[in-house]
């Protein structure tokens, strides 16, 4: 995944020719300038999972700024036994948790979020925009275990193995927590059938 | 391994079925998975809503403003206090956070001025205030010794009797003063009296003399010539 999403991205031409992992290596040597050029590469998928995680946009940026910090000191712990992109993300997401555990965020009831979207339901036509704000809130209402592995596979597009690397858990596990995320987001947002 | 808990009506191929959802199996396992789904009502009902929650999963969307990647390069990447902050308790060993913890306690108790008292009882009092405590002054004893009594009542009537001194001293320096006025006043006049009296006199003596000088001499007198104009006419 990672060299097509980085084309796409908008890096430079000499970013692209490198590998993140010649680049850690450049940064390693004595070359700090070059770990710019992964925080221009990634800083816009991190700050997009942090904010998807988090739902504040000063939060997912310091996030952001404390996840390459992280990374840049402790770049001399990684070994490359993992890629680059999922010792980054396992950074993000770790920084993600700690601002999520200073918050202490209950996650909305199932029952509850059913009962909003019945009285929701009712207001009538249903705007694009409208549908994002309840697909945001309908994700931000599951357990932090789904809502990571949806954002990880729908918006950052990574493979069950990626996955699996950054979280650490087995590919089947990183399925099911995939599988019954969806099965609550299709009763959460069952009354979005008519709209889509 | 699995260790997640799954819904009830989990289809066993329901693995088959997410990687078939996000396009991750080969030709052959998608073949057979398709095959599955003809059988299968429940994996062919759990394709169709997962597509559909997919699609409206595909509607938020975010613009992100990259910031950090130019700030990197001009070295004004700086971890704001509170990162700071953070990162410096991380890096510290737990010891450390042990004392800073302890101090920060300290602290907070010494501003708040948190007193720990132990009562007679065997029990503690614990009081705090944002200002300083100050020494409380005990209250007045509700029964008053004897001797305190009587030294208030003679201070009281130490108080009265000066009062009563000034007040007649007072009175009698304004005595005097009238006696003194009306004494003055009453010596003018008998001077005045005295003086309206002798010249009444001369008058009188005048007269008689110029009457007796007119009997024995004449027309002109010895009286008309000490007391011209006097002669009573």
């Not at chain 1, 390459?68 to 770790?94: D, E, T, V």
């Not at chain 2, 953070?86 to 450390?96: K, S, V």
């Not at chain 2, 920060?104 to 944002?130: H, I, K």
């Not at chain 2, 009062?163 to 005595?175: I, N, T």
């Amino acid at each position: 995944m990672t060299d097509a999403l980085r084309r796409r991205e908008g890096s430079g031409a000499e970013d692209v020719a490198l590998s993140d992992e010649c680049i850690v290596e450049r940064v390693r040597q004595g070359e700090v300038e070059a770990f710019g050029t992964l925080v221009g590469r990634w800083e816009n998928r991190i700050y997009r999972l942090a904010l998807r995680l988090l739902e504040h946009p000063e939060d997912a940026r310091e996030v952001t700024q404390e996840t390459f910090l992280a990374a840049f000191r402790k770049l001399h712990q990684f070994r490359g036994r993992a890629r680059f992109s999922s010792w980054l993300y396992r950074i993000a997401l770790n920084c993600c948790y700690d601002r999520l555990r200073e918050r202490r965020v209950e996650p909305i009831p199932l029952e509850e979020a059913e009962s909003i979207a019945a009285e929701e339901k009712v207001l009538g036509q249903i705007h694009k925009k409208q549908v994002a704000e309840r697909v945001r809130r309908a994700l931000h209402a599951l357990p932090v275990e789904m809502r990571q592995v949806i954002i990880l596979k729908e918006y950052e597009e990574l493979t069950f193995e990626e996955i699996a690397e950054i979280l650490d858990i087995p590919v089947s596990t990183a399925k099911t927590r995939l599988y019954a995320g969806l099965d609550h987001l299709r009763k959460r947002l069952e009354w979005l059938k008519d709209a889509l | 391994m699995n260790e997640e808990k799954t819904p009830s009506a989990m289809c066993e191929m329901s693995e088959k079925l997410i990687a078939y959802l996000y396009r991750e199996l080969s030709a052959d396992e998608a073949s057979a998975f398709e095959a599955h789904l003809k059988a299968c009502a429940q994996c062919a009902q759990d394709l169709r809503d997962f597509e559909r929650v997919r699609q409206a999963l595909a509607e938020w969307q975010i613009t992100p403003v990259p910031r950090v990647a130019s700030e990197f390069k001009s070295g004004l990447l700086r971890p704001s206090f509170r990162q700071a902050l953070r990162q410096l308790l991380l890096a510290m060993p737990a010891w450390g956070r042990v004392m800073l913890g302890g101090a920060t306690a300290l602290l907070l108790l010494a501003l708040f001025n948190v007193q720990l008292e132990w009562t007679p009882e065997g029990g503690f009092r614990f009081r705090a205030s944002l200002f300083p405590l100050r020494a409380v002054e005990p209250a007045p004893s509700s029964e008053m010794s004897a001797r305190e009594r009587q030294q208030i009542e003679q201070l009281i009537a130490d108080m009265f009797r000066d009062a009563e001194q000034r007040r007649q001293e007072a009175l009698a320096a304004s005595l005097q003063e009238m006696t003194e006025r009306l004494r003055e006043e009453q010596r003018a006049a008998l001077a005045d009296f005295v003086q309206k009296w002798n010249a009444e006199q001369r008058t009188q003596w005048a007269v008689l003399l110029r009457e007796l000088e007119r009997r024995r001499y004449g027309v002109l007198t010895f009286a008309d010539l000490f007391f011209p104009g006097q002669d009573g006419n």
